[in-house]
């Protein structure tokens, strides 16, 4: 029976073999707009933990000390708010973005895209020709000079992963220091290099046909109205000859297809999207004199009714939240304090009579340092004015990164209480100067009328 593209992944023979994709080199305009995208983001991923601002790096994960650098500002893991929107505005940006605009992600940000075609294939065509024509023969010295080549490459791009955690700094002082001294270090370096040079020398598109996990989820993500790049049957079929449809059944959009595919199939899990289909049918239309754009960005829904599937209510919705997210997380990161108080009323605990005329309510104080810095914490009763409170560790000493978790007792006159629950405020001062408070509220007994 003959194979359709629904049996296989089209890189895999019928004897379950994988077939070696020579991949032409696409040339046009959505390439060389796909080069820029790809040099700007190598050089983000490169500078972004060395540049600095205001003394902090760009970006940086140092993971050792469980602070994060975004946009040149510290974010402690304490940061518990940040962190949460951090990854919501991650998950509702590609989630959102991809029931729009599909896959743009896979084909033009992901980092094994951004390297598999920016990079180790571009050194592929130094050495092998582009497969435009003929096939160059490349010798076996050649060989061992590309596959060397490659792992220089995922050597150095390694070395940049582990500038992201380490800084620029820590990791010239590995360089500099004797192997014997920092052979985890260098021992890590090694596994992950050799994994990433069989990722990019030998499994290439496979990460995109077989494992990614962001593909996978396509199935849910993308509907009739999601933009991907898509043939358009209407006018293409039937193809075969200059008479019928647009298409002349060429092949050449299959050849320039980093996983292999025929988009003439329709929408498929292994399309990432990278847009070489689309300037290789270009050419082909304009050499035989017929309009561009037969494969583009667009939707099924265009295509079936020509009605644009991008200004509706839907992504304005998505641009909406999506923005809402943002502008949170902007002013989460800009209110952020240096630390971080809570109090709460010991669970199953009402008030105790202290004397007389006064009652006491018994709370959890919890404060967390989310600087890299000694702090000397004086805790004040900011409300009620005339009430007072004892805590057994005062003032509190706080190291680096430390929290600090204690019983703090509140006294309070029982003619301040006039509601059976009333607001008790603490503020927490460094050198007299208040960096934070917290709320809580006083019980006391029920109040006759
Ligand atoms: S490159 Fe264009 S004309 Fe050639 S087969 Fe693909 S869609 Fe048809
Ligand atoms: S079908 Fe076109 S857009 Fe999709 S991966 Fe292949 S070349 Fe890229």
Redesign the pocket.
């Known amino acids: 029976m003959e194979k359709t593209f629904r049996d296989r992944p089209d890189n895999i023979d019928e004897t379950g073999v994988r077939k070696w994709l020579k991949v032409r080199q696409p040339q046009g305009k959505w390439y060389r707009r796909r080069t820029l995208v790809s040099t700007l983001l190598l050089f983000f991923f490169i500078l972004a933990p060395i540049v600095t601002i205001n003394g902090h790096p760009f970006m940086r994960l140092d993971v050792l000390n469980r602070q994060f650098y975004l946009f040149g500002q510290i974010v402690y893991s304490q940061d518990t708010n940040i962190m949460a929107l951090v990854m919501a505005s991650v998950v509702v940006f590609i989630v959102l973005f991809t029931a729009v605009f599909g896959r743009i992600w896979c084909g033009w940000a992901c980092p094994h895209t951004v390297f598999m075609e920016g990079l180790y294939r571009r050194i592929e065509y130094l050495f092998h020709g582009n497969y435009r024509n003929k096939e160059r023969e490349v010798s076996l010295p050649m060989r061992i000079l590309k596959y060397a080549l490659y792992y220089i490459v995922t050597l150095f791009f390694t070395n940049v992963f582990i500038l992201w955690f380490t800084g620029l700094d820590y990791l010239l002082e590995i360089w500099n220091s004797p192997i014997e001294e920092y052979w985890q270090v260098y021992g890590a370096m090694f596994a992950v290099s050799i994994f990433y040079f069989w990722i990019y020398a030998y499994l290439r598109e496979g990460v995109c046909t077989m494992f990614c996990p962001y593909g996978r989820m396509q199935g849910v993500l993308l509907d009739k109205k999601s933009i991907t790049v898509a ?1 358009d049957y209407k006018r ?1 079929e039937p ?1 075969g000859s200059k008479e019928a449809g ?9 050849k320039v297809c980093p996983t292999g595919i025929d ?2 199939n329709g929408s498929q899990l292994e399309c990432v999207n990278c847009t070489s ?1 689309i300037d ?2 270009n050419s ?2 304009t050499r035989i004199g017929k309009p561009e754009n ?2 583009r960005f667009t939707s099924q829904y265009q295509l079936e009714t020509g009605k644009s599937s991008i200004k509706n209510y839907r992504t304005l919705g998505y641009v909406l939240v999506l923005s809402a997210l943002l502008i949170t997380l902007i002013i989460a990161i800009s209110k952020r304090t240096e630390v971080d108080t809570s109090l709460l009323r010991m669970p199953g605990t009402l008030y105790q009579e202290v004397s007389a005329d006064t009652l006491s309510n018994m709370y959890q104080l919890k404060i967390i340092n989310k600087t890299p810095e000694f702090k000397d914490i004086e805790i004040k009763l900011l409300e009620p004015e005339e009430g007072s409170f004892f805590l057994s560790d005062h003032p509190v000493e706080l190291k680096a990164s430390n929290n600090f978790s204690g019983i703090i007792i509140i006294k309070l006159a029982k003619s301040a209480i006039v509601k059976r629950s009333t607001k008790v405020k603490i503020g927490a001062f460094e050198n007299g100067k208040m960096i934070d408070s917290a709320s809580a509220s006083f019980v006391g007994p029920n109040q006759k009328k």
Request: glycine share 10%; net charge neutral.
């Open positions: 043939y293409g193809r647009d298409c002349i059944n060429c092949g050449a959009c299959i988009i003439k289909c290789e049918c082909v239309m037969l494969i």
